[in-house]
């Protein structure tokens, strides 16, 4: 088996969390070698993109991770294709009540930004191409992790060639599915929704102004965020929650159809629906590996926590997540192994009250919202009026989908 150079940090997997964990780690020491290990063949900086992290969906990014992804040097460019929310409206279909978070309450520029996952892997992707400290391994398929007194050694399939690499500190963030947290012995917490996300752009006859409508029937939870580099776009990204036994027929719909039931759905708050891009479907859960590190090893991303996309919070938590590790290793002293234990624990310390508090934002909201029994169903009129006229209330909601209640994380 052919040697690859040893790393200091090898990162597995490139999707959004990894791919953007290289940034963070990257910059905060340029001494440190590193690694980033990516199934899927990566293009050339400024050709399409093509990978299951980067496809059709768009992320709402919440206003505290625009401070994160400026301090990575990567905001200036997502920014460029990034839609600000100066508002968000949450409703509830056929029921008293609503409830609109407005910037101006919140005193910030935006509540968040939707940038389109296509462009936020082009723009990763050009940005690790310049840094110097960085290797991309692309096809490069890790098969095995064995765990060795001063590191982990990694089995993997690179170009075509079976290769060994020994690391300090491995990351392991491939996804929801992980089967390299699962090989570890690694358990995890599910629990099934039962729900199933389909997600396409629509195009409207008007603009959105930057509203982002989160609208809650008795059938699951549906967004629609803004789109179009401007508050004048006039399409927006869909995530319509369903149970997962009406997917099938909602995929296989035509257009037409498709966007009748959408509107019936949904309204006419953003006037008409008139035109429906590609769809794709995702099944939901909510999984939480029930041990994120040991020697040597950290899971991040999917692979660690894997929300519930209604309040957008995924990826947000994930990039506190990495801003904490990145900056809880850069204070590793002469002689401390990166992958030491105590410093890992110290990360996941850090970082264990902002997961707890997020997981069960995710998961409430998603309990809340998705019951159609009518005593739940007043009360959640009632929680809506209130929320509007409770301003302790509202405020909490605004810092959640600001991704700011009570976590600072500074680089
Ligand atoms: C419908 C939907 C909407 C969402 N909207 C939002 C939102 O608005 N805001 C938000 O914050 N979050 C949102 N999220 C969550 C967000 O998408 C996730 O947090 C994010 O995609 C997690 O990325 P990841 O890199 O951990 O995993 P993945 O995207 O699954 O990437 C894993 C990568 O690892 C690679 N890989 C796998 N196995 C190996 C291996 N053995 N060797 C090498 N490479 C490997 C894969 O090819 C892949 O590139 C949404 C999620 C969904 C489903």
């Known amino acids: 088996m052919n040697e690859l150079e040893p790393v200091d940090i090898a990162i597995i997997g490139g999707g959004m969390v990894g791919a953007t964990l290289a940034a963070l780690l990257a910059q905060a020491n340029p001494n440190w070698r590193i690694a980033l290990l990516e199934a899927f063949e ?3 900086a400024g050709e399409p993109i093509y990978q299951p992290s980067f496809d059709d969906r768009s992320t ?15 905001w200036d460019i997502l920014r460029q294709q990034a839609t600000p929310i100066h508002q968000v409206h949450v409703s509830d279909r056929g029921h008293l009540g609503g409830s609109l978070i407005d910037r101006h309450q919140a005193g910030v520029e935006a509540l968040g930004y939707v940038v389109p996952n296509t462009w936020i ?8 191409h310049q840094l110097p400290n960085l290797q991309l391994l692309a096809p490069a398929q890790v098969g095995r992790i064995q765990p060795v007194a001063d590191g982990a050694r990694l089995s993997l399939r690179y170009q075509g060639e079976e290769y060994s690499l020994h690391t300090d500190l491995v990351v392991i963030a491939d996804g929801a599915r992980s089967p ?15 729900q199933t996300a389909v997600i396409a752009n629509i195009s409207l006859d008007q603009p959105h102004q930057g509203v982002a409508y989160e609208r809650f029937t008795d059938e699951g939870p549906l967004a629609l965020l803004p789109l179009g580099g401007s508050v004048q776009g006039c399409q927006s990204a869909l995530v319509w929650t369903q149970p997962s036994e009406c997917v099938g027929e909602l995929l296989q719909a035509s257009d037409d159809d498709f966007l009748q039931r959408l509107q019936q759905r949904f309204g006419y708050r953003l006037g008409r629906l008139i035109e429906v891009g590609k769809r794709d479907s995702y099944p939901l859960a909510l999984s939480v590996a029930k041990e994120q590190v040991r020697s040597s090893i950290v899971i991040m991303g ?9 309040a957008g919070q995924g990826f947000n938590l994930a990039l506190r997540d990495c801003a904490a590790l990145a900056a809880t290793l850069k204070q590793n002293i002469p002689g401390e192994r990166l992958g030491s234990l105590s410093r890992l624990q110290q990360y996941q310390q850090q970082q264990q009250l902002d997961q707890q508090l997020t997981i069960q934002f995710s998961d409430q909201l998603t309990k809340w919202f998705s019951s159609s029994a009518l005593p739940r169903a007043a009360l959640r009129a009632l929680g809506f009026i209130g929320l509007e006229a409770v301003a302790p209330a509202k405020g ?3 810092q959640q989908t600001m991704g700011s209640a009570g976590r600072k994380v500074i680089l």
Request: charged share 15%; hydrophobic share 50%.
């Open 42 to 44: 990566l293009p050339a």
């Open 60 to 74: 709402a990014i919440a206003w505290g991770s625009v401070t994160l992804l400026q301090q990575a040097g990567l």
């Open 121 to 128: 892997g082009r723009t990763l992707l050009s940005h690790l």
């Open 180 to 194: 390299l947290r699962e090989s570890l012995g690694i358990d995890l917490a599910v629990e099934d929704y039962r």
């Open 302 to 310: 999917n692979a660690a926590h894997f929300l519930h996309p209604v």
């Open 396 to 398: 909490w909601l605004t």
